[in-house]
T-cell receptor, first 114, second 112 residues
Framework: NAGVTQTPKFQVLKTGQSMTLQCAQD?????MSWYRQDPGMGLRLIHY???????DQGEVPNGYNVSRSTTEDFPLRLLSAAPSQTSVYFC?????????????FGPGTRLTVT | AQSVSQHNHHVILSEAASLELGCNYS??????LFWYVQYPGQHLQLLLK??????LVKGIKGFEAEFIKSKFSFNLRKPSVQWSDTAEYFC??????????FGQGTTLQVKP
């Protein structure tokens, strides 16, 4: 199993550009999430999904869109990139309530917005 | 609102010293608790977890944590740290919604 994969690993955008961060998992997990990691702030939840076709907002959803058309994929869209979105983005997938939503993380995407 | 708080932001220890990192959570109802570790340049890995049962949980690499419900705490401990434990440590909690909320993280630096 590949686990959770993310592409790209690195990306540089100009202010106002849009892009999609890709995330895929092959563990048949129902739950998937996107986080951003900033120094001194830990990981903050952007959006999450409890199954195909179902998404919800996390702590910092503004400026980001998600959709979940399949169990495997959970892309994160930046609509109009801003310097404040410079961060490291992690995708995660997890089991359901029987295992306490234990999450498995991808390797991350380092995004710089100039 | 649900939240997780880690008291120590930066800890420096010498090898063989004992470690305790504090974590407090604010959740109503059932809570699941986790400690994750992030080694330099790597992604997050699970150290240990608590769902129910014995409040003293043991994880990988000699780490353990104790769930104290009355104090809303889930502190991480290790009797004797090694240089290879240098990393960032995150406490996290989830309820029955599937949302996992993280603390701010603690950077541990172990001096050889």
């Amino acid at each position: 199993n590949a686990g959770v994969t993310q592409t790209p690993k690195f990306q540089v955008l100009k202010t106002g550009q849009s892009m999609t961060l890709q995330c895929a998992q092959d563990m048949n997990h129902e739950y998937m999430s996107w986080y951003r990691q900033d120094p001194g702030m830990g990981l903050r939840l952007i959006h999450y999904s409890v199954g195909a076709g179902i998404t919800d907002q996390g702590e910092v959803p503004n400026g980001y869109n998600v959709s979940r058309s399949t169990t495997e994929d959970f892309p994160l869209r930046l609509l109009s990139a801003a310097p404040s979105q410079t961060s490291v983005y992690f995708c995660a997938s997890s089991y359901g309530p029987s295992l306490g939503y234990e999450q498995y993380f991808g390797p991350g995407t380092r995004l710089t917005v100039t | 609102a649900q939240s997780v708080s880690q008291h120590n932001h930066h800890v420096i220890l010498s090898e063989a010293a004992s470690l305790e990192l504090g974590c407090n959570y604010s959740y109503g109802g059932t809570v699941n608790l986790f400690w994750y570790v992030q080694y330099p340049g790597q992604h997050l890995q699970l150290l240990l977890k608590y769902f129910s049962g014995d409040p003293l949980v043991k994880g990988i690499k000699g780490f353990e944590a104790e769930f104290i419900k009355s104090k809303f705490s889930f502190n991480l401990r290790k009797p004797s740290v090694q240089w290879s434990d240098t990393a960032e440590y995150f406490c996290a909690a989830s309820s029955n919604t599937g949302k996992l909320i993280f603390g701010q993280g603690t950077t541990l630096q172990v001096k050889p």
